[in-house]
């Protein structure tokens, strides 16, 4: 079964700096990887999808790559502004399962 | 084109009542996944259709619980009987054939008195 882990659990930081979450997974048979952001209370919300044969995918200030050798995956969040605070979920595989997620908090 | 549509949106219910939740994926999506999220456990995959056939529900938490998807168009999770423990956001997301995207519903707060 895949194993997904998000590395960090949470992160602060102040606004404006350059950041980066991870997403590590066992299985590099993921078949796509998305990344989506929930707000608290909230549902989920698409950022990007990274389909199996694709190396990255960027939308406005985001970018997601992915490296299925090393087993991992990477968002790329630039400028990050306080309206970026939630929590950051990754899902793959061909049974979509989710991490645990990374809670980020933007300090204005 | 419409998003994934759950019912009921929130549901109060006693220990012991049977709970029906309701799920209708994207038209055109051939897979359809229930998901349970909790504070402590984070959006624990339940179960997963692809083309109206049950695949894994291997995280189905015990025989409380079932899951049917009559159709292309319909699936429910049912939970018979409740138990405060049940508390939840029960989430429902289909799948896109063709890119693998998947797409979610806006989600069930169950609360299990």
């Known amino acids: 079964k895949q194993e997904v882990t998000q590395i960090p659990a949470a992160l602060s930081v102040p606004e404006g700096e350059n950041l980066v979450l991870n997403c590590s997974f066992t299985?590099?048979?993921?078949?796509?990887l998305q990344w989506f952001r929930q707000d608290p209370g909230k549902g989920l919300t698409s950022l990007l999808l990274?389909?199996?044969?694709?190396r990255e995918q960027t939308s406005g200030r985001l970018n997601a790559s992915l490296d299925k050798s090393s087993g991992r995956s990477t968002l790329y969040i630039a400028a990050s502004q306080p309206g970026d605070s939630a929590t950051y979920l990754c899902?793959?595989?061909?049974?979509?399962?989710f991490g645990a997620g990374t809670r980020l908090t933007v300090k204005p | 084109d419409a998003g994934v549509i759950q019912s009921p949106r929130h549901e109060v219910t006693e220990m012991g009542q049977e709970v029906t939740l309701r799920c209708k994926p994207i038209?055109?999506?051939?897979?359809l996944f229930w998901y349970r999220q909790t504070m402590m456990r984070g959006l624990e995959l339940l179960i997963y259709?692809?083309?109206?056939?049950?695949?894994?529900d291997s995280g189905m938490p015990e025989d409380r619980f079932s899951a049917k998807m009559p159709n292309a168009s319909f699936s429910t999770l049912k939970i018979q009987p409740s138990e405060p423990r049940d508390s939840a956001v029960y989430f429902c997301?289909?799948?896109?054939?063709?890119?693998?995207?998947?797409?979610f519903g806006e989600g069930s707060r169950l609360t299990v008195l």
């Open positions: 997301a289909s799948r896109k054939r063709e890119t693998g995207e998947l797409f």
């Open positions: 299985d590099s048979a993921i078949y796509n």
């Open positions: 990274i389909q199996s044969s694709q």
């Open positions: 899902v793959l595989g061909e049974d979509m399962r």
């Open positions: 038209s055109g999506h051939n897979s």
């Open positions: 259709f692809n083309n109206n056939v049950p695949i894994d």
